[in-house]
């Protein structure tokens, strides 16, 4: 409750001076005209008869000027001033079937079509499922903020899917599902982690196998100091799920060879990790047939998943072992790595961590906030994305 009335505050402040500063502009009008009025003595004239003409106008004047002033339209009353985070919308395409369309959705009402899309939330202990859904409305927020304009090249702020957030239509939840996660909703409206410069990249996964990696090390290029990978001894601490793909060996080569960056030409030989980030995910991976070619392990991930889909190569902490007709791959966590472990998270609010605690160990140095209200003004999402429907 605290963020929002922070922004109510905020919102309701040049409102007020505004309402204020016209009712005295209507007052101080109102009082000039009748002092004008009422001290302006009446022409003298010799001639009666253009003296009562003058006399006349100066009635006429008089009632007009009052019938005004007693008729004009006093400032309505200003409507509610609401969060920013209520007013503010987002562009999302959204699946139906075969059917993809874009909606404009309000941010809120987008976290509440994310939150149980992403988070498990049945736990048998209600106060943990309160804790977990306030946590996931929180990253799905600040996520959607730092994220907005990922797909401005085809006209929209986010998909639905796992590139982006999953998220599926409020209105479908069962009735108790719905229920918790809006009240999650409304008391984290408007909250976002921060580390001072505005919403973070809030990046998520499901399970990190014991140590969240750096996001330079998974995908290149710098990363802020609260994506630098911090170690997770709570997601050990369930039944682990390691994973084991096998992939016969043609397969995998014409898997490789339907990206150029990954392509070994006629036949493939051999893959090897050459080097792996202190969390132990492939950073470099050799890829050896007719061709050479050396990748990042995150990157041979997505190649593969996107011909076998996201539970196919659960992550790059894995290990590979040749054999004659076909590759064994095999590894721990499952997801790119970056930021909060999910599975380790759910551990944290299980033994009674606050949600704030748990969102500053994955994310050292940053803190919740209210999130500015100049940083999301919804006529910057307008422009920056014209409305049009897609199909594909
Ligand atoms: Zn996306
Ligand atoms: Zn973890």
Redesign the pocket.
């Given at each position: 409750m605290t963020d929002r009335q922070g922004i109510g505050i905020v919102r309701s402040g040049p409102d007020l001076v505004k309402y204020t500063t016209a009712a005295l502009v209507h007052q101080r009008s109102r009082a000039t005209d009748i002092h004008h009025v009422t001290s302006s003595p009446p022409p003298v004239s010799l001639q009666p008869r253009s003296w009562s003409w003058t006399r006349t106008l100066l009635i006429l004047a008089i009632a007009a000027i009052t019938t005004r002033c007693a008729t004009a339209p006093r400032p309505s009353p200003q409507p509610p001033v609401r969060p920013p985070s209520d007013t503010l919308t987002l562009r999302v395409e959204v699946a139906d079937g075969d059917d993809r369309r874009i909606q404009t959705i309000r941010l809120e009402d987008y976290v509440r079509g994310t939150v149980p899309a992403e988070m498990p939330l049945a736990e048998p202990d209600a106060a943990v499922a309160e804790r977990l859904a306030r946590l996931q409305a929180i990253l799905a927020r600040t996520y959607a903020l730092a994220h907005r304009g990922r797909h401005a090249h085809q006209g929209f702020d986010l998909c639905a899917t796992t590139h982006c957030q999953v998220y599926r239509p409020p209105d479908r939840q069962p009735a108790a599902v719905a229920r918790l996660v809006a009240a999650a909703v409304d008391r984290t409206r408007g909250l976002i982690i921060s580390d001072g410069n505005g919403p973070i990249q809030a990046l998520f996964h499901a399970?990190?196998?014991?140590h969240?990696s750096s996001a330079s090390a998974v995908w290149g290029g710098s990363a802020p100091a609260y994506l630098a990978g911090v170690r997770?001894s709570?997601?050990l601490t369930t039944p682990r799920d390691d994973w084991r793909l096998a992939l016969d060996r043609d397969h995998l080569r014409r898997i490789l060879n339907t990206t150029s960056d990954t392509a070994v030409g006629r036949h493939l030989d051999q893959i090897a990790v050459l080097t792996r980030d202190p969390a132990g995910r492939a950073t470099r991976v050799s890829v050896t047939g007719e061709k050479h070619v050396v990748v990042r392990g995150e990157r041979l991930r997505a190649v593969i998943n996107r011909q076998l889909g996201p539970r196919a190569f659960r992550s790059a902490r894995f290990s590979v072992e040749q054999q004659a007709d076909r590759v064994l791959f095999s590894g721990q966590g499952f997801g790119h790595g970056v930021g909060l472990?999910q599975?380790?998270a759910i551990v944290q609010a299980r033994h009674g961590e606050s949600v704030a605690a748990i969102l500053a160990h994955y994310y050292p140095g940053t803190w919740l906030a209210p999130h500015p209200a100049a940083a999301v003004q919804p006529a910057t999402v307008e422009r920056r994305h014209r409305p049009r429907l897609t199909r594909r």
């Amino acid at each position: 409750m605290t963020d929002r009335q922070g922004i109510g505050i905020v919102r309701s402040g040049p409102d007020l001076v505004k309402y204020t500063t016209a009712a005295l502009v209507h007052q101080r009008s109102r009082a000039t005209d009748i002092h004008h009025v009422t001290s302006s003595p009446p022409p003298v004239s010799l001639q009666p008869r253009s003296w009562s003409w003058t006399r006349t106008l100066l009635i006429l004047a008089i009632a007009a000027i009052t019938t005004r002033c007693a008729t004009a339209p006093r400032p309505s009353p200003q409507p509610p001033v609401r969060p920013p985070s209520d007013t503010l919308t987002l562009r999302v395409e959204v699946a139906d079937g075969d059917d993809r369309r874009i909606q404009t959705i309000r941010l809120e009402d987008y976290v509440r079509g994310t939150v149980p899309a992403e988070m498990p939330l049945a736990e048998p202990d209600a106060a943990v499922a309160e804790r977990l859904a306030r946590l996931q409305a929180i990253l799905a927020r600040t996520y959607a903020l730092a994220h907005r304009g990922r797909h401005a090249h085809q006209g929209f702020d986010l998909c639905a899917t796992t590139h982006c957030q999953v998220y599926r239509p409020p209105d479908r939840q069962p009735a108790a599902v719905a229920r918790l996660v809006a009240a999650a909703v409304d008391r984290t409206r408007g909250l976002i982690i921060s580390d001072g410069n505005g919403p973070i990249q809030a990046l998520f996964h499901a399970d990190c196998g014991g140590h969240t990696s750096s996001a330079s090390a998974v995908w290149g290029g710098s990363a802020p100091a609260y994506l630098a990978g911090v170690r997770d001894s709570f997601c050990l601490t369930t039944p682990r799920d390691d994973w084991r793909l096998a992939l016969d060996r043609d397969h995998l080569r014409r898997i490789l060879n339907t990206t150029s960056d990954t392509a070994v030409g006629r036949h493939l030989d051999q893959i090897a990790v050459l080097t792996r980030d202190p969390a132990g995910r492939a950073t470099r991976v050799s890829v050896t047939g007719e061709k050479h070619v050396v990748v990042r392990g995150e990157r041979l991930r997505a190649v593969i998943n996107r011909q076998l889909g996201p539970r196919a190569f659960r992550s790059a902490r894995f290990s590979v072992e040749q054999q004659a007709d076909r590759v064994l791959f095999s590894g721990q966590g499952f997801g790119h790595g970056v930021g909060l472990c999910q599975t380790g998270a759910i551990v944290q609010a299980r033994h009674g961590e606050s949600v704030a605690a748990i969102l500053a160990h994955y994310y050292p140095g940053t803190w919740l906030a209210p999130h500015p209200a100049a940083a999301v003004q919804p006529a910057t999402v307008e422009r920056r994305h014209r409305p049009r429907l897609t199909r594909r």
